[in-house]
């Protein structure tokens, strides 16, 4: 793609990238044939060439962030599909990141987007402040059908997404370290989360106990908290970056105790910001080398569990499971097959899920602060997941886990809770009524030696 930069323009490192990225669009168009918002309506404006244009626009002319240009940015989840698909290697991600900030900084909202964007960058990324707010979001249910009446659709939104009754909190809950009893193999730090540790902290759960049987220590780091994601979509670049920092503070204290193998994370949207620090840091000279070596060190919970033999399986099903590949893990860590390869080593049947390239709807917030656009995907996605006739869905997100969770008549839960089951753990959240389909494997009661099979 020509670009028309000045070179007072290019001296600026952040205009600088945003040209060197623009230069290799080469307008082919493949991406639009994957883009999930496109594929909805149709609307150039609505995938990422054109976006790449209204883009460049605004960057070229050092405009201020024009309504129709927020509009469709806006409507981008994020997902990411289109960097897969391009041919020239367009690195979208970070562009329409270096785009989200300069709206945020030159654009103008209304009042009731400025108030509900500010409300969910202070309320979800903390999970105390998160678990009380869903808690008062009962108050607030019988209000809405009112609300979608006068146009407060995004609280409606927000409100339909809040579970009837929170789940208890997990075992294994704040800053600590839980050892295991097994010959130890391995210690990895992992993060707890904002919204997930509230609204499933069985998650965490079935990590900890999955990673303990295989020999591996797991660290909750004190100091660490939300990976900074929700701000970062939201162009709050200063918010997003003092949530990184913490981290890298908090997990360059834990790496100096001892030896780290990984960074791990079992929340695939976290898992994509976090294997970005380094970039998201890179002009820091006081962060920028911690951050990429945490960055070469994060992985996902199913990437590093494929590494370890995990043995036979405690369990054994004939459960049917569709796996829901959440975009941040097949897109933004370009991680699809680990997963599916747990699941049928435990003993699972594992069937995919037609457009499995097309997201969710969830995406972060997206689902509160577009829930027109978000409601579409989630339909459709839906609709796809019948086609499979599964027993149950598994994904790795839990932003998909809680915008599918409503919509389905099956039960959905973590790659890592089914992992953790099939090897001896707690049956997951919301499948107690599929029990009767599972089979505990008969066990030895002593360790078989060599002399238990010969024969005189």
Request: charged share 25%; aromatic share 6%; net charge positive.
């Amino acid at each position: 793609m020509q670009t028309n930069f000045t070179q007072a323009q290019l001296a600026d490192p952040d205009l600088a990238e945003a040209e060197r990225i623009l230069r290799r669009c080469v307008h082919c168009g493949l991406c639009t044939a994957t883009c999930s918002t496109y594929v909805l309506d149709g609307d150039e404006r609505d995938s990422p060439r054109g976006r790449i244009y209204l883009m460049k626009d605004m960057f070229e002319g050092s405009k201020a962030a024009s309504g129709t240009v927020k509009h469709h940015v806006d409507r981008c989840l994020s997902c990411l599909s289109c960097m897969t698909t391009c041919p020239s290697g367009v690195d979208y991600m970070h562009l329409v990141d270096l785009a989200r900030i300069h709206i945020e900084e030159t654009g103008s909202r209304s009042t009731k987007e400025r108030l509900l964007r500010r409300l969910l960058a202070f309320v979800v990324p903390y999970p105390d402040r998160f678990r009380t707010a869903l808690k008062l979001s009962v108050l607030g249910r019988p209000f809405i059908p009112l609300m979608k009446r006068i146009g407060l659709r995004e609280m409606a939104a927000m409100l339909e997404l809040a579970p009837r009754t929170l789940p208890l909190s997990g075992k294994y809950g704040g800053a600590g370290v839980a050892e295991t009893t097994a010959a130890k193999r391995g210690r990895v730090i992992m993060l707890a989360g904002c919204a997930q540790q509230v609204l499933r902290p069985s998650i965490n759960d079935a990590t900890i106990r999955l990673l303990a049987r295989a020999g591996v220590d797991v660290v909750v780091s004190a100091g660490a908290g939300c990976c900074g994601a929700l701000t970062h979509h939201m162009g709050k670049e200063q918010e997003a970056l003092a949530a990184v920092k913490r981290n890298v503070d908090a997990w360059s204290k834990e790496m100096e105790k001892g030896e780290v193998d990984a960074i791990l994370i079992n929340a695939s949207g976290c898992g994509t910001t976090v294997k970005d620090y380094g970039h998201m840091l890179r002009k820091d000279p006081e962060y920028a080398a911690r951050a990429k070596r945490i960055s070469a060190m994060t992985r996902d919970v199913a990437e590093y569990a494929a590494a370890f033999d995990l043995g036979p399986p405690k369990r054994w099903s004939s459960l049917k499971v569709a796996y829901h590949s959440a975009c941040s893990l097949q897109h933004g860590q370009r991680i699809t097959d680990e997963p599916k390869a747990l699941l049928k080593q435990a003993g699972f049947s594992v069937v995919d899920v037609p457009e499995g390239h097309i997201c969710c709807g969830s995406a972060g917030v997206y689902n509160i602060l577009q829930p027109e656009m978000a409601g579409r995907l989630k339909e459709r996605k839906v609709a796809n997941i019948r086609k499979a006739k599964p027993d149950i869905v598994a994904a790795g997100n839990i932003g998909c886990i809680t915008q599918l969770a409503g919509g389905m008549d099956f039960p959905i839960a973590h790659t890592v809770e089914l992992l953790d089951w099939a090897y001896g753990g707690p049956i997951p959240p919301g499948l107690e009524g599929h029990s009767k389909f599972v089979t505990d494997v008969p066990q030895p009661r002593h360790a078989a030696t060599p002399e238990d099979f010969i024969h005189a």
